[in-house]
T-cell receptor, first 113, second 120 residues
């Protein structure tokens, strides 16, 4: 099936550059979105979240942008560092959904020295 | 943030045996816990949702008799993979949502570190 031979999309950036990781979500009813970072062999780590009543939210070195019109989410990482190398997942949920999350396919970020 | 632990972190078992994985919320009461499965280079797939004191709700395609979930207390949920086969080899991750000991409510899911299951 579709899962055979899957490989994660990869984004390679130079240390110090900005990274932009994109995500398309599927459910137009989703009103809460989260970005997670997952290092090899570990569980997902919360990075930043955003609710559907906002289109931008900033954290420390990270910014999430939400475009509800085209159901698109992006994560911007400023001054990317080697420690940022990981797989990044977006996740969506909706009010009344019992806090269930649906994860996107993920992007492997590789930071080159 | 709140902490979730899993035990064991790695387990290798023979085909046909059963394996139990524990998920604990260490500093908060998890009224709801989720179990996910993740195959190599793939995303997390939700297997089931478990609410303390009630039966788990399984996602479509997940066999409830094969993946037994118990959420007997506000700090512990267990996943038992019964009669494990090589195709069950995967990375199993739990998460918890609930209220903190201070009484605040978290709607964020806090994830455990995962359990790597290898079935020979």
């Amino acid at each position: 099936g579709e899962s055979v031979g899957l490989h994660l999309p990869t984004l390679s950036v130079q240390e110090g550059d900005n990274s932009i990781i994109n995500c398309a979500y599927s459910n137009s009813a989703s009103d809460y979105f989260i970005w997670y970072k997952q290092e090899s062999g570990k569980g997902p780590q919360f990075i930043i979240d955003i609710r559907s009543n906002m289109d931008k939210r900033q954290g420390q070195r990270v910014t999430v942008l939400l475009n509800k019109t085209v159901k698109h989410l992006s994560l911007q990482i400023a001054a990317t560092q080697p420690g940022d190398s990981a797989v990044y997942f977006c996740a969506e949920s909706f009010t009344g959904g019992g806090n269930k999350l649906t994860f996107g396919t993920g992007t492997q970020l590789k930071v080159e020295l | 943030g709140a902490v979730v632990s899993q035990h064991p972190s790695r387990v290798i078992c023979k085909s046909g045996t059963s394996v139990k994985i524990e998920c604990r919320s260490l500093d908060f009461q998890a009224t709801t816990m989720f179990w996910y499965r993740q195959f190599p280079k793939q995303s997390l797939m939700l297997m089931a949702t478990s609410n303390e004191g009630s039966k788990a709700t399984y996602e479509q395609g997940v066999e409830k008799d094969k993946f037994l979930i118990n959420h007997a207390s506000l700090t512990l949920s267990t996943l038992t993979v019964t009669s494990a086969h090589p195709e069950d080899s995967s990375f199993y991750i739990c998460s918890g949502v609930g209220s903190g000991t201070s009484g605040g409510v978290y709607n964020e899911q806090f994830f455990g570190p995962g359990t790597r299951l290898t079935v020979l």
